[in-house]
């Protein structure tokens, strides 16, 4: 039986066996007996990382040990609400930065505490523990972006929107002219078109 610790764009955590490209990290999520409790909204620093990192080994969903969440690609943790990771992705974080930065307008590059505050009033309705959209003309929108199309989670190409899956992404479809419920974060969304550019299953460039 597969665990429930893969997150999808609607930043749901379901049990399915596909694993994906990213783990992400939001603290203690599970019990001893590898079960979610109520509380998948407190910690606000919401990571994505490596699978692999430094040979680290570890048994998934230790008790009282952070809980491995699991994303298809990076585009799908960050309609989720979560960022690159510091410790191991430091690069990709660090252009996290510069991009958030610019699309800001601020002085000096934001602290990863600044950040997670920012995305955490963004990404969660207030006792409600769901996800916040937000309403955009899709074709405002940059690529990586994630909406809500026909009912389903579609990525944002240039081209047009694929829906998602577990299995990667699906043929482009042609986006509607009306605005849309948008998944992704909307500080995010201004740090993808302000240069970021998210890591995505290889079934988005087919």
């Known amino acids: 039986m597969p665990l429930q610790n893969r997150v999808t764009p609607t930043g749901e955590i379901v049990p399915v066996p596909d694993r994906g490209l990213f783990m992400g990290n939001r603290g203690v999520l599970h019990d001893e007996n590898k079960r979610l409790g109520?509380?998948?909204?407190?910690?606000?620093?919401?990571?994505?990382?490596?699978?692999?990192?430094?040979?680290?080994?570890?048994?998934?969903?230790?008790?009282?040990?952070?809980?491995e969440l699991f994303f298809l690609d990076e585009a799908s943790a960050i309609a989720a609400g979560h960022r690159p990771c510091y410790e191991c992705r430091r690069s990709d974080f660090r252009a996290w930065q510069v991009a958030w930065r610019a699309a800001k307008g601020l002085a000096d590059l934001p602290r990863a505490p600044e950040m997670d505050v920012c995305l955490h009033g963004e990404r969660v309705v207030p006792r409600q523990r769901m996800q916040q959209v937000w309403e955009a003309d899709c074709h405002d929108l940059p690529d990586g972006t994630f909406v809500i199309h026909d009912g389903r989670p579609h990525l944002v190409q240039a081209a047009g929107l694929r829906p998602w899956s577990w299995q990667g992404y699906g043929n482009l479809v042609e986006p509607p002219s009306s605005t849309m419920a948008v998944l992704t974060p909307p500080s995010s969304v201004a740090t993808l078109r302000a240069g970021y550019r998210p890591v995505l299953h290889r079934s988005a460039s087919g």
Do not use: E, H, Q
């Open 38 to 67: 109520r509380r998948r909204w407190v910690l606000k620093a919401w990571l994505i990382c490596k699978l692999d990192f430094k040979g680290r080994r570890r048994t998934v969903m230790t008790p009282r040990r952070y809980t």
